[in-house]
């Protein structure tokens, strides 16, 4: 918990030698002048937010122990006494004090300013009618204070301000609130706060909290820190509803364990499933970083079998030298359906498999090595994917004379199945490549050959076709070329550059049956403009496609006078000069589909982006995307988009979109999302978001209802079950929270992508 913040930095009360303006005279006792420095709180006011007024900036530095002392009328009696009256101003090394009057005894070694009082340093503003410094007992006192602390645009009052150097500092009868002067939404009202030297925290009494000028909550004794550092204590708590969980409540308590590592504890109470506690253990060295966490429902009381329910989950980066590199993602969980019952930070219901990798990696100049152990938690009825264990790969690379290069890419990788059942193998892969790669302004070129060797050793192929060792020698030679054509032009009025860009490419794969060998972590891809010219059709190495194609492409851009990119045209298609020998990759047509991007930015405001592929055979759109986004400001903004997919395992996907985030009024912000699924004519996700923000606090709420694809008993997921759910978090800045309004449209299941990909 991080409420208010005070440091306390006492000077050394060093022995002052001091120069009246315009009469100077020597005292030989010592004049004491302790001041107070405040750190800045975990929230930060928003720059509407009026800012303290204190400006304070010492012009003229002055030596440690020398204070100056500047007045319309000064009077001086036998070199005790000293009487300034007018303008007065006393300065040293880092504050003043402004005063109508002044009195410096040496007898009593006091020195005591009265009328309109202020005092400055540039952590501090402080106004009184008195100000009292007695430089024996090393003590000042401000009696009916109004105070700034302008490294936080704080501000309260004090009915009496002592600061002591043995005692520290201390306030009583004291307000404080990040709320601008006579606004004081909401305000901490305490009896006293002290703060030790050499203390990291401070202690406030009698401590009550109002909204509103209404009496909140009462702490008897509140402890709290006063430096910037992390502190132990309750965090802001969230407070929600949902069809799966009921009413919840989080309060999440915050461990600072140590400089290098942090903790946070939650319990979260559900009414519909029971007391949940969830756990974040954090770390951070010079050269590693992670996190644990840990979730555990036991007793879950909304399911039939009171089930224990749990989720875990690891993330390591480390660099064990200069070159190498340890990096762990390890996820796990009770069933298929905890999150979608209990939510995630981490993962999304639409999530059908959780990370397990275990790498190992060294980077230099020419050589790559990486060693993988990678798996996977599957989610309900999907089929089980391939475990590499381990996985390793090597890469290297180096330049030959006369602008050759040659580089080598080489696997080595144990896959295995979780069910036991399915075949296992053992796959062995190098494919050295020499290539000529030439590259100007004006164009590029590149000529490579390859040859791909790949060795199996396949294990439990009873009743396949599949066989249990195979070499197969595959030859790939690839022709590629662009040129950048640029013309100046007019584009609505204004200068730009026009480029046409052509690009082509002609790609030769030879052929062997690959009929024999296994799917271990080989998929489809889908070819936009880019993966045209990519040259592979699957991810992985068990299907290498025989190829004999040209692929042609062009590219035009609208570049503005500042650089910036406008508008781009994509368009390209591969043309078969052969049909495919391999069975996954055969095609019913001698060209693919038509692939266009294209991206615009209409105006300073309007922002589009479009991706279609179009089959060639039946001039029907295989894919599209559409995004249409109008940006008024940071805040103001409106997306409509569109996805269509014609097959997708068997299904047609069209859904419609619409995201919007605009302020409502002064301090008041909203956001929206609604996504439709056309195809089944019902709405999947509709959410909306409001949140208050002013200068010293926010009020966020949310509330949603999307479809939850929730995993029956035997791992079918359903389409038709939904959830809806509100949520509530108050925050006030300045005593443990922050906030972001723009947050609230990345929550949900969709989220908010910008619509766009210009350079």
């Known amino acids: 918990m991080k409420p208010l913040k005070l440091e306390l930095n006492p000077r050394d009360f060093n022995h002052y030698q001091a120069a009246f303006l ?14 107070f420095s405040v750190c800045s709180l975990s929230a930060v006011a928003q720059e509407t937010c009026p ?19 500047i007045s319309n009328m000064t009077s001086i009696q036998q070199d005790n006494f000293a009487e300034f009256e007018g303008d007065v101003e006393i300065t040293n090394k880092d504050s003043q004090i402004i005063a109508n009057k002044a009195q410096i005894n040496r007898t009593t070694q006091q020195l005591i300013a009265t009328g309109d009082v202020s005092y400055q340093n540039p952590q501090l503003s402080v106004t009184s009618q008195k100000v009292l410094l007695n430089t024996q007992n090393n003590r000042m006192e401000i009696a009916d204070t109004q105070y700034e602390l302008t490294t936080l645009n704080a501000r309260g009052q004090a009915e009496l301000l002592v600061v002591d150097q043995s005692q520290g500092l201390e306030l009583n009868g004291v307000t404080f609130s990040t709320c601008p002067t006579g606004q004081e939404d909401w305000l901490v009202h305490a009896d006293s706060i002290t703060v030790k030297p050499d203390e990291t925290r401070g202690v406030a009494r009698n401590a009550f909290f109002y909204v ?51 903790a946070t504890i939650t319990p979260r109470y559900m009414t519909k499933r029971g007391l949940q506690l969830k756990t974040e253990f954090r770390y951070l060295t010079e050269n590693n970083s992670g996190q644990i966490d840990i979730e555990y429902l ?35 969980l009770s069933d298929d359906n905890y999150i979608v019952d209990l939510g995630s930070d981490y993962y999304n219901s639409a999530d059908t498999h959780l990370f397990r990798t275990l790498g190992l990696h060294y980077y230099s100049d020419a050589l790559n090595v990486s060693l993988q152990l990678r798996d996977f938690e599957i989610l309900g009825d999907h089929d089980d994917t391939y475990r590499a264990l381990p996985e390793l790969k090597l890469d290297y690379v180096t330049d030959l004379p006369a602008g050759f290069k040659f580089d080598i890419h080489s696997e080595l990788a144990r896959f295995d199945n979780a069910n036991g059942t399915s075949p296992k193998a053992t796959r062995a892969h190098i494919a050295p490549t020499l290539s000529l790669p030439l590259e100007n302004s004006w164009g590029e070129f590149l000529a490579e050959t390859s040859v791909m060797h790949t060795v199996y050793r396949q294990e439990d192929i009873e009743g396949t076709d599949l066989s249990r060792d ?32 052509p690009r082509a490419q002609y790609l030769y794969t030879s052929y062997e049956d690959q009929s024999d060998i296994g799917l271990y972590d080989t998929t489809r891809l889908f070819n936009d403009f880019a993966g045209l010219f990519r040259g592979q059709e699957f991810t992985g190495l068990d299907r290498i496609s025989d190829k004999n ?25 591969i043309f078969y000069l052969e049909d495919n020998k391999v069975t996954a990759a055969s095609k019913e047509d001698d060209r693919s589909a038509l692939a266009a991007e294209l991206d615009w930015r209409i105006g300073s405001k309007w922002l589009a982006h479009s991706e279609v592929q179009v089959s060639t055979q039946t001039d029907k759109v295989e894919r599209s995307s559409i995004g249409l986004e109008y940006r008024l400001a940071r805040d103001k903004m409106l997306q409509i988009n569109h996805r269509f997919v014609r097959d997708l395992s068997g299904e047609q996907i069209s859904q419609l979109g619409l995201t919007a985030s605009w302020p409502i009024a002064q301090d008041w912000y909203w956001v929206g999302r609604w996504y439709r699924d056309i195809d089944r004519h ?15 606090w926010a009020l966020r709420i949310v509330a949603q209802r999307q479809l939850t694809s929730r995993f029956d008993d035997n791992g079918l997921q359903s389409t038709d079950e939904f959830d809806s759910g509100i949520a509530i978090q108050f925050l006030f800045k300045g005593i443990g929270g922050d906030s972001s309004g723009r947050d609230m449209l990345r929550d949900g299941l969709f989220g908010y992508r910008q619509p766009y990909l210009l350079d």
Not at 550 to 570: P, Y
Request: aromatic content about 14%.
């Open 298 to 332: 036991p007793n879950d009381s909304d399911s039939t079998t009171n089930e224990d329910r749990y989720f875990y989950r690891f993330t390591h980066k480390g660099a064990l030298s200069e070159d190498w590199e340890v990096n762990v993602d390890f996820n796990g």
């Open 212 to 262: 509103q000028d209404i009496p909140i909550f009462y702490l008897p004794y509140y402890s709290f820190p006063v430096t910037d550092a992390r502190e132990t204590g309750l965090l802001f708590p969230q407070i929600g509803s949902s069809s799966s969980t009921g009413f919840a409540y989080e309060q999440p308590y915050y461990l600072n364990l140590d400089p290098q590592y942090d």
């Open 682 to 696: 019902r709405t999947i996700e509709s959410y909306t978001g409001l949140q208050y923000e002013s200068c010293c």
């Open 470 to 501: 195979v070499s197969r020698t595959l030859g790939q030679a690839k022709l590629y070329g662009a040129l950048v054509f640029e013309r100046q032009a007019n584009w609505f009025g204004g200068n730009v550059t026009q480029t046409l860009e």
């Open 51 to 69: 800012a303290p007024a204190n400006t304070f900036v010492v012009e003229k530095r002055l030596p440690n122990g020398q204070i100056q002392v």
């Open 549 to 573: 194609q040209v692929t042609l492409g062009i590219t035009s851009r609208i570049i503005d006078e500042d650089n910036r990119e406008q508008f781009k045209l994509s368009l390209g298609q």
């Open 22 to 35: 315009p009469y100077r005279m020597k005292i030989k006792q010592p004049l004491h002048v302790l001041c």
